[in-house]
Nanobody, 128 residues
Framework: QVQLVEFGGGLVQAGGSLRVSCAAS????????MGWFRQAPGKEREFVAAVPRSGVSTYSADSVKGRFTISNDNAKNTVYLQMNSLKPEDTANYYCAATGTHCSNYGCYRNPHTYDYWGQGTQVTVSS
């Protein structure tokens, strides 16, 4: 089993920045990739970004490209999501996820069913 705990959510003004983190514990050697999803009230959970443990590439949703950056620190079993130029529509509960599946394309990374483990979520609120 793998446990995921998110940190760093909060309230920020539009145009501001925030970094959320996700620490993995347990059988972390089984993790191939980690990602971030978000869910706003009344909406479906949507993919934000993902990164394989190798870190050779990252995958991001079009809605956050150029504003959000995902990165990882394997020594700390932690993945980060740096969010810049935040907009009110970024307001959501942000969930960290981990998968042992060896994804080879964007479609795999963005599919929530690819992920085996999920954190409890951290709320990000962007005020206008």
């Amino acid at each position: 089993q793998v446990q995921l705990v998110e940190f760093g959510g909060g309230l920020v003004q539009a145009g501001g920045s925030l970094r959320v983190s996700c620490a993995a514990s347990g059988r972390t050697f089984t993790i191939y990739a980690m990602g971030w999803f978000r869910q706003a009230p009344g909406k479906e959970r949507e993919f934000v970004a993902a990164v394989p443990r190798s870190g050779v590439s990252t995958y991001s949703a079009d809605s956050v490209k150029g504003r959000f950056t995902i990165s990882n620190d394997n020594a700390k079993n932690t993945v980060y999501l740096q969010m810049n130029s935040l907009k009110p529509e970024d307001t959501a509960n942000y969930y960290c996820a981990a998968t042992g599946t060896h994804c080879s394309n964007y479609g795999c990374y963005r599919n929530p069913h690819t992920y085996d483990y999920w954190g409890q979520g951290t709320q990000v609120t962007v005020s206008s």
